[in-house]
């Protein structure tokens, strides 16, 4: 299906080198982000601790983010689930002061009767749904109720952070090894380079704003990471196909010409994806923003880099014809045939 169809190749590798240094400028300032400021992990990764409070009324919940920054949260992440009634707030350790969440009680019902920095922050939302509770000596009475509070520690936190890392780098082979089993190991060099160039990217910018970097956004850059395979994954097999057609032209005039006639295929998924990203972006309300931030930076340097990076790349590698025939000798011939093998699935 194609929107449009363009009569003249666009001479993509004319430009490249330029193309490739400013890639090379990008991705050296998303390194120097990463080491002088670091991510801004959340407290998935940090440790910190999870309220769930449900309130009679509609939560104030701005009110709730000023008594937070009054007690010193640096960053004060409340967000609205389920209801306008239902907030859940988050602090990080470096948040948290000692103890504050030592005195958490469990009788039946959930209650809290916590230091006084989480009592001041729940309390300028509005009053708390109460519910009966027994004391010792038979008396019920109505106590104010929090659905829920999570801990997480540090070293759970860094085991999340290892094991992310890990994913990353797992699919970073997974990548590599089928590449170069479906088309040649040039073609999995430049794409898995492009590929890391996206994600070194996404993270320098989160990095360069300190937005927080939750396990969300880790999903995100995994995300772009498959996606952005899969664009270079459609050029590389025009690349491969221009090969078999193309007989006479040059390399140049084969990567230009599959470039060109994937630009309507490249508008029509990458422009309905990222319209679902931005809605989502706009109305998906704090808890998926900075994945949606994620999910455009990695759209709009996936397809950045799988044209303007992993095709200069393959060409700079050396790739040609004979990388992608095989020599077939037929009876009665010194010299072998080139032919070309039927493509993989």
């Known amino acids: 299906m194609e929107l449009f169809r363009i009569k003249r ?18 991705f050296a300032l998303a390194v120097f982000f990463l080491w002088s400021k670091g991510l801004n992990l959340s407290i998935e990764f940090t440790g910190g601790a999870v309220v769930e409070a449900r309130y009679e009324q509609p939560a104030n919940v701005e009110g709730i983010r000023k008594a937070m920054e009054a007690q010193g949260v640096g960053e004060p ?23 504050a969440f030592s005195r958490v009680k469990d009788n039946g019902v959930r209650t809290i009767d916590a230091d006084r920095i989480i009592e001041n922050v729940l309390r300028a ?50 990548i590599m090894i089928y590449l170069a089993f479906r088309f040649e190991w040039k073609f999995a060099v430049a794409a898995i380079i492009a590929n ?26 995994l995300a772009v ?14 690349i491969r196909e221009n090969f078999r057609k193309m007989r006479k032209a040059s390399v140049t005039e084969v990567i230009d010409n599959a470039i ?15 319209t679902m990203v931005i809605f989502m972006l706009l109305f998906g309300g704090p808890v998926l923003h900075y994945f949606a931030v994620a999910l ?12 303007l990076v992993m095709a200069p790349i393959t060409k700079w590698l050396g790739i040609s014809r004979e990388d992608l025939i095989k020599p077939i000798k037929k009876e009665g011939e010194d010299q072998p045939e080139l032919e070309f093998p039927e493509p993989r699935p």
């Open 9 to 26: 190749d666009i001479p993509f590798m004319r430009h490249a080198l330029a193309f490739n240094i400013f890639s090379f400028i990008t």
């Open 77 to 99: 992440l409340v967000t609205l689930f389920g209801s306008s009634r239902d907030v859940l707030i988050r602090l990080s350790a470096r948040d948290m002061q000692k103890d």
């Open 125 to 174: 939302g509005g009053p708390l749904v109460k519910e009966p509770f027994t004391q010792a000596d038979g008396t019920v009475v109505q106590k104010e109720k929090v659905q829920r509070v999570e801990l997480i520690s540090g070293q759970v936190g860094r085991e999340l952070y290892e094991a992310g890392a890990l994913a990353l780098l797992v699919v970073c082979i997974g």
């Open 196 to 221: 890391l160039h996206d994600i070194v990217i996404i993270l320098g910018v989160f990095a360069f704003f300190q937005w927080e970097f939750s396990l969300a956004v880790l999903a995100a850059v």
């Open 225 to 238: 990471l498959g996606y952005s395979v899969n664009e270079s994954v459609i050029i590389a097999d025009r």
């Open 260 to 274: 060109t006639s994937t630009i309507s295929r490249t508008i029509i998924t990458h422009g309905t994806t990222e």
């Open 296 to 307: 455009t930076i990695g759209i709009v340097f996936g397809i950045y880099s799988s044209v």
